[in-house]
């Protein structure tokens, strides 16, 4: 028993490094859970760990971790995506990242709404009918995400606040992808997150134009 206790200590010790890490990929650290649970024989019976979690796709998170290997090349859908971008000119109006979520994808807010407005513009579809092309190509989730500037909005009709006008914008994307884009709505969230993610401090007209902009994360 003393060798038993001295075992499981070091495995929760272990794990508790792995989670203070910043970044650590979920998957990976849910099927090495799994892996221990073995090792360590604890008996099958009953309710498990994995029938008992779900992830929001429902399958149970052995099968999530294994549905990731067909899951994109983060490096690959980059590229192609910024060699589209290039090929159309708009290399100033959409920028192309990594991180740790996922290739995001921010488009300027002059490409796709007028100001103060969140219906798309025709050049704002025709991207997105491009892009649309691309995330079906593959299998992850797509997250859109609005955002705005620190200057508070008229306040008049459905728009109140910047709040109201980020959520609208991501609203009217997702509704597009999913029609004319021809995207399944299970892959599609929209989030608006007004002016409480800047990229750039709001203290000059070129960084608050850099703030409006609309992220269209393909979630890893």
Same mark, same amino acid.
């Given at each position: 028993?003393?060798?038993y206790g001295d075992m499981v200590t070091l495995i929760?010790?272990?794990?508790?490094?792995?989670?203070?890490?910043?970044?650590?990929?979920?998957?990976?650290?849910?099927?090495?859970?799994?892996?221990?649970?073995?090792?360590?024989?604890?008996?099958?019976?009953?309710?498990?760990?994995?029938?008992?979690?779900k992830v929001f796709s429902g399958q149970t998170m052995?099968?999530?971790?294994?549905?990731?290997?067909q899951t994109m090349d983060s490096t690959k859908v980059?590229?192609?995506?910024?060699?589209?971008?290039?090929?159309?000119?708009?290399?100033?109006?959409?920028?192309?990242?990594?991180?740790?979520?996922?290739?995001?994808?921010?488009?300027?807010?002059?490409?796709?709404?007028?100001?103060?407005?969140?219906?798309?513009?025709?050049?704002?579809?025709?991207?997105?009918?491009?892009?649309?092309?691309?995330?079906?190509?593959?299998?992850?989730?797509?997250?859109?995400? %609005?955002? #705005?500037?620190? @200057?508070?909005? +008229?306040?008049?009709?459905?728009? /109140?606040?910047?709040?109201?006008?980020?959520? &609208?914008?991501?609203?009217?994307?997702?509704?597009?992808?999913?029609?004319?884009?021809?995207?399944?709505?299970?892959?599609?969230?929209?989030?608006?997150? %007004?002016? #409480?993610?800047? @990229?750039?401090? +709001?203290?000059?007209?070129?960084? /608050?134009?850099?703030?409006?902009?609309?992220? &269209?994360?393909?979630?890893?």
């Amino acid at each position: 028993m003393t060798t038993y206790g001295d075992m499981v200590t070091l495995i929760l010790t272990f794990f508790i490094l792995l989670y203070s890490f910043s970044t650590i990929d979920v998957m990976k650290f849910q099927k090495m859970l799994f892996s221990f649970r073995g090792a360590i024989g604890v008996i099958d019976g009953g309710k498990t760990f994995e029938e008992d979690q779900k992830v929001f796709s429902g399958q149970t998170m052995e099968d999530a971790g294994s549905s990731r290997k067909q899951t994109m090349d983060s490096t690959k859908v980059a590229r192609k995506i910024q060699s589209i971008i290039r090929k159309h000119g708009l290399e100033k109006e959409v920028n192309v990242s990594i991180n740790q979520r996922g290739v995001v994808v921010s488009i300027s807010e002059g490409l796709l709404f007028q100001a103060g407005q969140y219906e798309l513009l025709p050049e704002g579809k025709i991207v997105l009918s491009i892009l649309g092309e691309i995330f079906r190509e593959i299998p992850n989730d797509i997250s859109a995400e %609005g955002h #705005s500037d620190s @200057i508070p909005v +008229n306040g008049k009709g459905i728009i /109140r606040d910047n709040w109201d006008l980020s959520a &609208l914008r991501s609203s009217r994307i997702v509704s597009f992808l999913s029609g004319s884009a021809d995207l399944s709505p299970r892959r599609l969230q929209s989030v608006g997150y %007004g002016e #409480s993610r800047p @990229i750039m401090p +709001n203290d000059t007209d070129y960084h /608050r134009q850099m703030n409006r902009r609309v992220d &269209l994360v393909i979630l890893s």
